[in-house]
């Protein structure tokens, strides 16, 4: 198989797991209330369980997210960090995640770059530093730019979100490179020591760049617009909480989409594992 076929394989992967469809996440949802429902009063063996599948799955959602990306080890590590006892699996909020953990890469080390611009004492060398101080408050901002734009997500703007996000990654990226070039006529060693003080925070840059690069290349190859837009005559038209006994909760059950804690593939339905920022508040149960 050739490269460019399985980099694209990884970007359908990631692409197909944080890609979502608005049935499945009422479903999962539903089922997850279920679960935690008959667990009540069961002590806290019950509890031990459902806390350990949840950690399972934010590990599982963080190694799916950072499939795509150049630094494995890395993204799975500083996010893995970042996530905590929250146990997240939510791909808008690991990505958020990301891109914060990235920006406190590169502003934790200003004070660095500042000590090593006041102590050089090579005129070119200084003068780089300066100029690569710069360009680093420049990519700070355009991954803010990335940190916001992810917060204002939604499938209704997708194609642009996404595009913005790469045009401010790839800035971002081209800054810290820059940065780095503006050293390569200099005699110091400031140079490499800027390189030291930078490597995390441009290997997580990439990283951004690679995961919205896969949703991008997701969201083209499966014609998110279509796709979204299938099956509406067998779609609920109610807004709101609906209550359901258990005979038609039942129709609902998202058993069939799981083995264990993996995602059954077979059925042909998109993986989304957790609820978009803007469904958070809605109970609705949506049928496939």
Not at 20 to 45: M, P, R, Y
Not at 60 to 71: E, G, H, I, M, R
Not at 101 to 126: G, S
């Amino acid at each position: 198989m050739s490269e460019r076929n399985v980099d694209k394989g990884k970007r359908i992967i990631i692409g197909v797991s944080t890609l979502f469809l608005v049935a499945v996440v009422g479903a999962i949802v539903f089922g997850f209330n279920l679960i935690e429902s008959s667990s009540n009063g069961n002590g806290d063996k019950e509890n031990v369980n459902n806390k350990n599948q949840h950690v399972a799955a934010s590990v599982k959602a963080v190694q799916t997210l950072c499939l795509p990306t150049n630094y494995k080890e890395e993204c799975e590590k500083n996010l893995m960090t970042g996530v905590g006892d929250s146990t997240t699996t939510d791909p808008y909020e690991l990505i958020k995640l990301a891109f914060n953990i990235t920006i406190e890469k590169i502003t934790d080390k200003f004070e660095e770059m500042n000590i090593l611009h006041d102590i050089e004492k090579e005129p070119r060398a200084k003068m780089a530093l300066e100029t690569c101080k710069q360009l680093m408050d420049l990519s700070v901002s355009e991954l803010e730019r990335s940190f916001i734009g992810m917060s204002e997500f939604n499938l209704m703007s997708v194609d642009k979100i996404l595009m913005n996000l790469k045009v401010w990654l790839s800035g971002a990226l081209t800054y810290q490179d820059t940065c780095l070039d503006e050293f390569e006529n200099t005699t110091s060693d400031a140079g490499k020591k800027m390189q030291d003080l930078l490597t995390t925070g441009m290997h997580m840059t990439s990283n951004g760049l690679s995961i919205i690069t896969a949703l991008s290349d997701t969201f083209t190859d499966f014609n998110a617009t279509k796709l979204l837009g299938r099956h509406k005559s067998k779609r609920v038209n109610w807004n709101g909480i609906l209550n359901l006994n258990s005979k038609a909760a039942r129709l609902f059950s998202p058993s069939k989409f799981f083995h264990g804690l993996d995602w059954v593939r077979a059925t042909g339905v998109p993986c989304f594992p957790s609820v978009p920022p803007h469904y958070r508040h809605k109970q609705t149960i949506l049928p496939w």
